[in-house]
C-alpha cells in the first residue's frame, strides 16, 4: 500500500516537472521572439532615420548647388555617402534619383539623374554608377544674379528638385524564422523636395 502511495506520488511529481519544462519552454521561446522583433524594429527604425536624414541633407545640397552644375551631383551624393553610418550600409542603397519634381513629389518630364552605388564617379566615397541621366546639374533652372540659369524650355521658374533614396532593408536578427516570415528584408524609400535657391552674382 505504502510503495503504491509513494509511487502515484513520484509519477505526480514527474508529470508537474514536465508541465513546468512545456511550460516554461513557450515562455521562454515568447520573450525571445519578443526580444529580437524589438531589437529588430529599433535597428530598422534608426536605418529609416539614417536614410530620412540623408535624404533630407542632400536636398539641402541640391538646392545649393545652382551656382556650381557641373559638381551638383558629387556633393549631393557626397553628402549621402557622409550621412550612411552603422548600422546603415552604402552598399544596400539600391539606387539614389535626383530629379525635377512636381508639387506631389513624382517626377517631372522624365527628368532624372539616377545613381547606383560603386562604380567610377566620385571615388572618395567608393564611386557611384550614373544608369539614368536626363537632369544634369546643367539643365537645373536657378537663378544667378536674377538672371535664369539652366532654365531650359518648360522651367519657368526655379526648379523643386527632388532627392529620392531608395534602401534595401536586410534583416540583422533570426526573426524572419521565429516567426515564418520570408523574403531576405524590406524596402525604405525616402524623397525630400527642395527649390533651387537663388545665387548672388559674384
Known amino acids: 500500500?505504502?510503495?503504491?502511495?509513494?509511487?502515484?506520488?513520484?509519477?505526480?511529481?514527474?508529470?508537474?516537472?514536465?508541465?513546468?519544462?512545456?511550460?516554461?519552454?513557450?515562455?521562454?521561446?515568447?520573450?525571445?521572439?519578443?526580444?529580437?522583433?524589438?531589437?529588430?524594429?529599433?535597428?530598422?527604425?534608426?536605418?529609416?532615420?539614417?536614410?530620412?536624414?540623408?535624404?533630407?541633407?542632400?536636398?539641402?545640397?541640391?538646392?545649393?548647388?545652382?551656382?556650381?552644375?557641373?559638381?551638383?551631383?558629387?556633393?549631393?551624393?557626397?553628402?549621402?555617402?557622409?550621412?550612411?553610418?552603422?548600422?546603415?550600409?552604402?552598399?544596400?542603397?539600391?539606387?539614389?534619383?535626383?530629379?525635377?519634381?512636381?508639387?506631389?513629389?513624382?517626377?517631372?518630364?522624365?527628368?532624372?539623374?539616377?545613381?547606383?552605388?560603386?562604380?567610377p564617379l566620385y571615388l572618395g566615397w567608393g564611386g557611384w554608377t550614373n544608369t539614368v541621366s536626363s537632369y544634369p546639374g546643367s539643365s537645373r533652372c536657378a537663378f544667378i544674379g536674377g538672371t535664369a540659369a539652366g532654365c531650359l524650355a518648360l522651367h519657368t521658374g526655379p526648379d523643386t528638385v527632388g532627392v529620392s533614396i531608395v534602401y534595401k532593408y536586410s534583416w540583422m536578427t533570426p526573426l524572419p524564422s521565429l516567426i515564418g516570415l520570408t523574403g531576405a528584408g524590406f524596402t525604405f524609400t525616402q524623397t525630400n523636395l527642395t527649390t533651387m535657391e537663388p545665387i548672388p552674382a559674384i
Open 1 to 119: 500500500m505504502g510503495n503504491r502511495k509513494r509511487t502515484t506520488a513520484d509519477e505526480g511529481r514527474r508529470r508537474a516537472r514536465g508541465q513546468a519544462l512545456v511550460e516554461f519552454a513557450l515562455v521562454f521561446l515568447i520573450f525571445v521572439t519578443i526580444l529580437t522583433g524589438v531589437i529588430e524594429f529599433g535597428i530598422g527604425f534608426s536605418v529609416k532615420m539614417q536614410i530620412s536624414f540623408a535624404s533630407r541633407d542632400a536636398a539641402v545640397v541640391a538646392s545649393e548647388s545652382g551656382g556650381t552644375p557641373s559638381n551638383a551631383d558629387g556633393a549631393i551624393l557626397n553628402t549621402i555617402d557622409k550621412d550612411i553610418t552603422p548600422p546603415a550600409t552604402r552598399n544596400l542603397i539600391d539606387h539614389v534619383d535626383i530629379f525635377w519634381a512636381n508639387s506631389d513629389g513624382s517626377v517631372k518630364n522624365g527628368a532624372i539623374q539616377r545613381y547606383t552605388p560603386g562604380g
